[in-house]
């Protein structure tokens, strides 16, 4: 396969380098402490009112580190993370990386047969937990035995404030479950590494940073293995791409709003670490689907500079009538990924904010920053912008051939941010890369003679709700075993609210089966993006000669 022949290139903002350079950094830590080095005394975070500096932040994770370290832990050891967006997870997360072991990224509303299956796929060893899913651990803590379990609060951080927070969940919200574990505090866990001795490991860009879990283009979750220099790579595409915005301008500090889970390498990326590569001042959410509660914080934040989000949580505010002008008056860029932007979602924010969304596109098992808009542009593209400085973009048939230009093909992509693979998956990884190292993303695109994409489908069945992926397989093999369902099959339809929504057609093999029945059970199995909106029960399913559902066919119904 030959080269592209790059058009994008053209396209670039004056100042923006066509490659990166990542050379002068050993690993991902480097880069974390030069960060603390340089801005000491700056504060790192904000969360519930209460700050953090990068000072405070470089102890706190350092103690964590020696804490696991203590532990007698394999080298690469895998340590699993399943907290919402709370200071704990910038500790924990940087405190993984320090010890020289591997970040697992679990969603915390994950139910207890789906935290199995990524516990056990990863090997993890330890789990950093908050209460409030403690309960849910603890149904398959027998199955799935750990060396360490560590629990946290809402509110274990913040002092007296952090007292009342926790009282009202525990107490008035009732939103923590009873559990029973054997387990560590978080603060326990603080004062043991402050009293051990730190060893700082040998670690080098060709280790493994994240193991982040990922359908890929199809399929049962997989864990996309991101190494130090996959991960800092694309922060460094992500700055020299977002520079142009930031030129004469003098801000002292920038602000990153953190409303998207840092869980999701998204946020990941586009918040937690290259907000600490900019120096910058995270403002942690974590609930923003409180709108209410959403708003009062924007209302006391007018420093908010740079807004990563996706649509469904763009059109919750363009919908609310406090969102107003000058709500966020100091908004520098928005950045609009994880699912399909919306136009008229993204003129409207324009129209309030004054900003436009630059619409970015990527992948857990790209880093995920692959193509994004420059800041520059005057209104939203309808595009999904360049590629990121060293990143190549192809748009392949079925054949593997490049198509011309304005054709539909597979997105392809090949750079310094993509994977090193599917963790334990070798075949699973030979399916996804082209002979020469392209990521085969399994979206459809179309590049013009500019070098811009537009995405225009997906190739595989994969159901994106909310930014986040849904995969009609598993959805089926789950479902299909409910007693009184003879078949099923999972698609997904439009939705105003999160851009699309699962459909279940189910053939019953007991006619007393109800749209209730298997509500009540996909509540038990599913995390609630997964879960079917719609159920709809169906005489039979319309299959290939060969008995394959025929989704396409169930999608024209």
Known sequence: MLNPSKPWLKNYPEGVPHEVDISAYSSLVEMFEESFARFPSRNACEYMGKFFTYRELDHLSKNFASYLQTLGLEPGARVAIMLPNVVQFQITMLGILRAGYVVVNVNPLYTARELEYQLKDSGASVLIILENFAHVYQQIATDVPLKKTIVTSLGELIGLKGAIVNLVVRKVKKAVPAWSLSHDSFKTVLKKGASSHFLKPNTSLDDIAFLQYTGGTTGVAKG?????????????????????????????????????????????????????????????????????????????????????????????????????????????????????????????????????????????????????????????????????????????????????????????????????????????????????????????????????????????????????????????????????????????????????????????????????DVAAYCKTEFTNYKRPKIIHFIDDLPKTNVGKVLRRQLRDL
């Not at 998204?266 to 409180?290: I, S, W, Y």
Request: glycine share 10%; charged share 20%.
């Open 224 to 516: 996309a293995i991101l190494l130090h220099r996959n991960i800092l790579s694309n922060v460094f595409q992500t700055e020299l791409w977002l520079e142009p915005g930031m030129r004469n301008r003098r801000e002292g500090q920038l602000v990153f709003l953190c409303a998207l889970p840092m869980y999701h390498i998204f946020a990941l990326t586009a918040c937690a670490l290259f907000g600490m590569r900019k120096g910058g001042l995270l403002v942690l959410v974590p609930n923003p689907r409180d709108i209410d509660g959403f708003l009062k914080l924007l209302d006391t934040h007018p420093n908010i500079h740079i807004f990563p989000g996706v649509n469904t949580l763009f059109n919750a505010l363009i919908h609310r009538p406090e969102f107003k002008k000058g709500v966020l008056p100091n908004l520098l860029v928005t950045i609009g990924g994880g699912m399909a932007m919306q136009k008229g979602v993204a003129d409207q924010w324009q129209k309030i904010t004054g900003v436009p969304i630059a619409e970015g596109y990527g992948l857990s098992e790209t880093a995920p920053v692959a193509c994004v808009n420059t800041p520059l542009i005057s209104a939203f593209t309808g595009t999904i912008g360049l590629p990121v400085p060293g990143t190549e973009v192809l748009i392949l048939d079925d054949a593997g051939i490049e198509v011309p230009f304005g054709t539909p093909g597979e997105i392809c992509i090949r750079g310094p941010q993509v994977m090193a693979g599917y963790w334990n998956k070798p075949e699973d990884t030979k399916n996804v890369m082209t002979p020469d190292g392209y990521f085969k993303s399994g979206d459809i695109g179309i590049m013009n003679e500019d070098g811009y994409t537009k995405i225009v489908d997906r190739k595989k069945d994969m159901i994106l709700v909310s930014g986040f992926n849904v995969y009609p397989n598993e959805l089926e093999e789950i479902i299909a075993l409910m007693p009184g369902v003879l078949e099923c099959a999972a698609i997904g339809v439009p939705n105003e609210d999160t851009g699309e929504a699962v459909k279940i057609f189910i053939v019953r093999s007991d006619p007393n089966l109800t749209e209730e």
